[in-house]
């Protein structure tokens, strides 16, 4: 501490001893104002010049309280620097100085609103030359909040008095945001007795802002369709910004001047069974009471819409939509006209026909209808004929059948009407040839025997044997001028069976036969003796011993030089053996002596070879 002072004196004692021969002069430069957002750091700087050295100079930094009076918050001099004492910056703020540059800065941690002063840089000689600079601190916050909200009721247009449109509200900004209105992207300014704008402004605990505004117009119909929305703007450091709402609607009333009322569906023209939809509106939207009438008859609407299920001809006319405001008691009204069309049943002449083979006749088939008919024919799924006369010519079984007419409304789908014609063609009976009539079967099995028979009327089919037996059919299938037998037969034997069909124009007989296949007699294993293990064994011997006489044989005329080309270098001086010896030659593994064996086993010398 003595040192301190001490250098402190010293010091002190050369500035006023220089002081006497030069005056010091000290310079200090600041911004106009530094701006922060609430919460965050701020940097203020004082930039100063001075013909001293800073070890020379006292700095100090103030700010300005409500009072108008100064509040120092930092002291630095050649051997002291501190931050003052029981003030709001006490803890939030340091202090750096860069000699070098002449640069003072200020730092101030989580800036506050209260922080919003003036601060004052004071740089001051030991020649007591001294110069200031003044920085103001703007601190700001974006709003968190922003909501609108459309009227919650309907609004009668072209009304004298104001009705409220929407409230829009922003809170907690620094400093106070705006509100501008908006109706689709064009800014709404007061007007009287056209718009009304009020705004509400609250300063809240934290010292922020939150704003309200209210719109209230001269609501016109062309509104129904407007969008309205606010535009809040808020300062920022460096500049302005900006926020919109979403867009709302508002319901308008406005009575209506005209009502239409025509069929929603079906489209197009309408047939008998359809089902009509009818829509009745008018241009206005004031709630209203809607009815139509036909004929006298009052039908009551549901949410705009009259359906007539299975409509028939008798819906025809006008019908008449009344719509009456609830608001004014008016009536005002729209109609639309209704056709329904019709296909009335087909009609065929003659119902029904029993034809002679060779026969020629004609059908006719007609349908009343309020459009244009196509008609044609069909038999079993083929079209035959086209037009309203079916003629049969050269009639035959094939002619007979169910013929359909059938008459149709080209243009609307599914208008179609059908009836049946019945043809018959009398004659005796015919069985269908073309089945099979021939089987072979293993005995026990089963076999279906199938008679087709055509004929009018309906022949009677009996299954009979060739012994006279009747048969029961399976399955017996009669149909006006036809018939289809199945008869089941177990088969036992060879077997012929007949189908007999008659009618009073003749009969027909179609055979079947049936062939009985047996199973092959089996045949009886053949014995086999079993002979001793004794003459399998003399029988393998015999065979060694058959194998060893013929290769003596081979090696005596290979000797006597008959094969091989041995006969050059016979031996003509040596005798001719009284008795031929019939050689097999042996020869061990380990000598090469060859020992023959005679035919009766005895050994020869080499020498004999």
Known sequence: MDTRLSSVSLLAGLVLLLHGYTAWAVNVLMEDRVEVLKGETAQITCMFTSDDGIGALTIQWFYALKTGEKQRIYYQDATVQSVERGTQFTDRIAVNVTAATGEVL?????????????????????????????????????????????SQTGIYADKDALAKVGFCEVKNGFPKPNIIWYRNNTPLQPIADVVKVVHSTTMESSGLFSVSSELSLKVMKEDKDAQFYCEVSYLVPGGTKMIETNRINITVYYPSTEVHVWVESPKGKIKEGDSITFNCHGNGNTPSVYAIWHKEVEY?????????????????????????????Y????????????????????????????????????????????????????????????????????????????????PEIDGMEKMESLRVNVKGAPEIKKTVETHFEESLANKVDLICEVRGFPAPDVVWTTSDGKVLEPKSHMKEMDSI??????????????FCNASNKYGADALTFNITAIRPPTPIPPKKIRKESNGVI????????????????????????????GRSGKQDLTKEKSGKDNIVVEMKGDNTEDAILLGVNGEKLSPSNQ
């Open 300 to 328: 009551e609407l549901q949410n705009n819409m009259l359906i007539l299920e299975n409509v028939t001809r008798d819906h025809n006319g006008v019908y008449e939509c009344i719509s009456t405001d609830m608001e004014t």
């Open 106 to 150: 200020l730092t101030i941690t989580d800036v506050q609103l209260k922080d919003q002063q003036e601060f004052t840089c004071l740089v001051t000689s030991l020649t007591d030359s001294y110069s200031e600079g003044r920085t103001k601190l703007l601190v700001f916050e974006r709003p968190d909040y922003l909501s609108i909200e459309g």
């Open 330 to 409: 008016e009536d005002l009204s729209g109609n639309a006209t209704v056709f329904v069309h019709y296909l009335d049943a087909a009609v065929v002449l003659p119902g029904e026909m029993e034809l002679d083979q060779g026969e020629e006749v004609t059908a006719t088939c007609n349908a009343l209808s309020s459009l244009q008919t196509h008609t044609a024919w069909f038999k079993d799924g083929q079209e035959v004929a086209v037009g309203h006369t079916l003629r049969l010519k050269d009639a035959n079984f094939d002619t007979a059948g169910m013929y359909t007419c059938v008459v149709t409304v």
């Open 537 to 564: 064994i003399a029988v393998i011997i015999i065979c060694i011993l058959l194998l060893a006489i013929l290769g003596s044989v081979l090696y005596f005329l290979y000797k006597k030089g008959k094969i091989c």
């Open 484 to 497: 289809h037998s199945v008869v089941t037969i177990s088969v036992t034997s060879d077997l012929t069976a």
